[in-house]
């Protein structure tokens, strides 16, 4: 079963998104924050991480920075919940290498379409 | 030569050339022909007198006396006359009164050269001259000229009882006070009889014929009072200075021989120069000091108004600084009505502000090109009604008819116009004084102080208001721009809410779909229906409300800098996306009047979304505008974009059938803060401003605007074409 961890500060986001692909059959993990993710990641090793920017504590980027310490290769896809490209954050987030970057809110299809793809 | 001669001869000629001065004023007018020929008549008296005084024969003596009644038969006669025609009442049988008069005299001319009945060949040697021996019929050529002439001051005293005019009561006055002061000229008939008395009529005739061409030319007359004061003062100063001398001359001229031997006239010389010298300063005193204590109540009030107008700059509260300068006027001069007209950009009208009035309806509004308000501008005097009616009246001139007209509908005894710099801000209208006097010049005058004083304190009011409804705009932009600020943090709030909102309707229809509810009951298999129908409607809302968001978004966004190849129609849709939340897209029709390859912009996008979002915003409020207001039946509003590659920039025109802005505020419209907006919807004023600033700043581009009000409004946006 292909692993994926959500990370995001919101129980709601954590709680339907975690259901929604548990149905598919996917092993989903949640954190709330960068810091515990960091620390699951180190045993979960999941196929892709579903990471929220602007979280209390550090942030998406911030940990998305300490991800790539460790793994070069882990699947990342960013959500945001700020216009487009503002602060420049698009583009650090690509240097730093994702898979994609999606805008809050998004439709669930839309958001099974790149998660599913991504684990395949 | 006789110092009669002489005295007389110098009479004769300053008859003439009054007579000549009001006639050259205006000779079309039959009172001044009149005055000609009344001067004329007393012009010939004297003549034929002076040289008669000086004859050294019997018969030079007596034809230059004859010559002199030549004038004297008609002076009675052109007398009256003048007096019916000034006061306009020379028709039916006073005309025909006058007539009989002239026929009178005509006969006693008659008896003078073909008979001795009026005046013998004989002369009376008196020590100061000559005087024609008179005959038999001469008694009724006197009672007929004592008759006639006390008629004159009858019919001026008639008149000034009926009028109510302080000013026509001023100028009769003064007229009246001519022909009582001209009476001792009657006197001159004595010698006639044999009485050695001698001729000073002459003296006295010079005051009644000046104050007459006085009261002819001037309008505006001395008041009556100053002017008497005058005259008495000058005389007595000058007979001192002059008389003085002779006196010392004549009656020391003994002594002064016997002291000074020959030089004995340097003493009587010397005294009349130091007078001379001293003598106006002492005529200035004397006036000064007498007119004081005449005027002292005009003083009192002009001295309250000298002072108020200073201390009127510091009043910043418009109503009250006119309704200050309303009470003022009428309560410190005793004013019966005083209104404060001041002009109104908006309406193009002079509009009345204050009125103080017992239960007069004012008139509440001028147009700009009323005559009155021409006049004021092209003259920036005092209108006084009187003058500008007995104008009116002397003139066949339609402009004083109007000016007439309209200032007795305005009830106005003066008219004071206030001036700020060229342009007329407004004007004062004052009643009659409660006292029934006349405004004197040094009235006008302490008006006109206050009036430009006036001036500067309303704009200064006007100015203080202006500013503090700018500094209300100021801090309304402000508000907006915090608004814009914070709908950052707003929107990533907003859009976690929604995300998380779409997550548990997203995946709670899935697990419905997922589910296999053929087991279930066909109530329940109908609820479930109804809660997936209320989740994907949750749905579709959260992604309308991430619209809404994105949109926000884009107008606050704080832009790069930098420029860009840009298509036209791409900065039109963004910018039709964005305005679409302000905007009623449905009910205008938005053109785009250009090929689909235009060529590209060089241009910042973000920027000129923003400007082309308040080109669209502004278009569109003035279509609401004109919607409202002319309720027009099948009116649609209209946007239209164009735009043509012209050498190497695009020129782009956005047009809108709208309300368009009045003439006025064309200049005005890329101020900042300006606004015609009305107060439901009022504009920051900064819309226009702002796309100045970035055409012309950022894209070193221009943009120009022509409107037409009621028709609608262009802008010529010139954007140079990417290379």
Redesign the interface.
């Known amino acids: 079963m292909p692993k994926l961890l959500i990370v995001d500060d919101?129980l709601?986001?954590r709680e339907?998104?975690a259901?929604?692909f548990r149905?598919r059959k996917v092993e989903v993990t949640t954190a709330s924050g960068g810091e515990e993710a960091l620390d699951i990641l180190e045993k979960l090793k999941p196929q892709l991480v579903l990471l929220d920017i602007?979280m209390q504590g550090i942030n998406g980027i911030e940990t998305l920075r300490r991800i790539r310490a460790n793994d070069k290769d882990l699947k990342v896809i960013m959500?945001t919940?700020?216009?487009p490209d503002?602060d420049g954050s698009l583009n650090i987030c690509q240097q730093l290498g994702v898979l994609d970057y999606i805008?809050?809110?998004?439709?669930?299809?839309e958001?099974e379409r790149v998660v599913m793809g991504a684990l395949k | 030569m006789k110092i009669f001669s002489f005295l007389q001869l110098f009479a004769a000629t300053f008859y003439l050339f009054l007579g000549s001065l009001v006639l050259i004023k205006n000779k079309k007018l039959m009172i001044n022909k009149v005055f000609f020929v009344l001067c004329l008549t007393t012009t010939i008296w004297h003549f034929g007198a002076s040289m008669s005084y000086s004859a050294t024969t019997n018969a030079m003596a007596n034809f230059w006396g004859k010559f002199s009644y030549l004038g004297i038969c008609f002076i009675a006669a052109s007398g009256y006359h003048f007096i019916v025609t000034l006061l306009n009442i020379n028709k039916g049988k006073i005309k025909k009164f006058v007539i009989f008069s002239y026929i009178f005299s005509l006969c006693f001319l008659i008896l003078l050269f073909f008979s001795k009945y009026f005046v013998t060949d004989d002369v009376f040697h008196y020590p100061w001259g000559n005087y024609p021996k008179p005959g038999p019929l001469f008694s009724i050529f006197t009672l007929e000229f004592v008759f006639l002439w006390l008629m004159c001051p009858f019919r001026l005293f008639k008149a000034y009882r009926n009028t109510t005019s302080p000013f026509e009561k001023n100028r009769l006055k003064i007229l009246l006070v001519g022909f009582v002061s001209v009476s001792p000229a009657l006197m001159d008939f004595l010698p006639e009889y044999g009485i050695n008395y001698p001729p000073i009529g002459f003296f006295f005739c010079s005051i009644w014929l000046f104050s007459m061409a006085y009261a002819v030319v001037k309008y505006r007359l001395m008041d009556i009072r100053v002017a008497v004061t005058r005259t008495g003062i000058f005389v007595v100063v000058y007979s001192l200075v002059l008389g003085l001398p002779f006196a010392v001359a004549f009656w020391l001229k003994g002594w002064l021989i016997e002291t000074f031997r020959a030089s004995w006239w340097v003493l009587p010389l010397g005294l009349m120069a130091a007078l001379a010298t001293v003598g106006p300063f002492i005529y200035i005193y004397l006036q000064r000091k007498a007119e004081d204590r005449l005027l002292a109540d005009q003083r009192r009030y002009q001295d309250i108004l000298k002072q108020a107008s200073i201390g009127m700059t510091r009043i910043r509260d418009l109503q009250r600084l006119l309704d200050l300068i309303a009470h003022i006027v009428t309560k410190t001069v005793r004013i019966s009505y005083a209104g404060i007209y001041l002009f109104d950009a908006e309406s193009g009208e002079y509009v009345l502000q204050v009125s103080r009035d017992k239960g007069r309806l004012p008139v509440p509004k001028l147009a700009s090109s009323n005559p009155l308000i021409n006049w004021l501008t092209l003259k920036p005097q005092p209108l006084i009604y009187d003058e500008i009616k007995l104008k009116s009246q002397d003139s066949s001139d339609l402009v004083d008819k109007q000016l007439e007209e309209n200032m007795r509908l305005l009830t106005a005894a003066v008219v004071i116009p206030s001036f700020l710099e060229d342009r007329l801000l407004g004007f004062i209208v004052l009643g009659e004084k409660i006292s029934g006097q006349i405004y004197t010049q040094e009235d006008l005058n302490v008006f006109q102080v206050l009036a430009s004083q006036a001036a500067l304190a309303i704009e200064n009011a006007q100015f203080y208001e202006e500013a503090k409804k700018m500094q209300e705009q100021i801090a309304q932009a402000e508000k907006m721009a915090t608004i814009g600020t914070m709908a950052?943090g707003l929107?990533?709030?907003i859009?976690?809410r929604?995300?998380?909102?779409?997550?548990?309707?997203?995946?709670?229809?899935?697990?419905i779909k997922?589910t296999d509810t053929s087991k279930c009951t066909p109530e329940v298999r109908e609820m479930i229906g109804h809660i997936n129908h209320a989740l994907e409607r949750i749905?579709a809302n959260?992604?309308q409300?991430?619209e809404v968001v994105?949109g926000l978004?884009?107008y606050s966004?704080e832009g790069e800098t930098g420029l860009e190849a840009l298509d036209l129609h791409t900065i039109l849709n963004n910018t039709l996306e964005m305005v679409q939340y302000k905007v009623k897209l449905s009910e205008i029709d938005i053109v785009r009047d250009f090929s689909p390859n235009i060529p590209k912009i060089k241009g910042n996008l973000t920027q000129l979304e923003e400007a082309f979002f308040n080109f669209i915003d502004n278009a569109y409020d003035a279509i609401v505008e004109r919607r409202n207001l002319l309720k027009e039946e099948a009116y649609r509003g209209r946007i239209t974009v164009s735009a043509l590659p012209k050498d190497n920039h695009l020129e782009i025109v956005v047009e809108d059938n709208g309300m368009g802005v009045k003439e006025g505020d064309i200049k005005k419209v890329f101020t900042p803060f300006f606004t015609t907006k009305t107060s439901s919807q009022k504009g920051t004023g900064l819309g226009l401003y702002v796309i100045k600033r970035i055409i012309t700043e950022t894209h070193k581009g221009q943009v120009s605007f022509e409107s037409d009000y009621k028709v609608g409004t262009r802008f010529i946006i010139e954007l140079p074409i990417a290379q």
């Open positions: 919101e709601d986001v339907f998104a259901n929604f149905k602007k959500v919940g700020k216009k503002e805008h809050k809110p998004l439709e669930l299809a958001l | 950052d929107s990533h709030q859009n976690n929604l995300y998380a909102l779409s997550l548990i309707a997203g995946d709670t229809i899935d697990t997922l749905q959260v992604m409300g991430g994105r978004l884009k966004r």
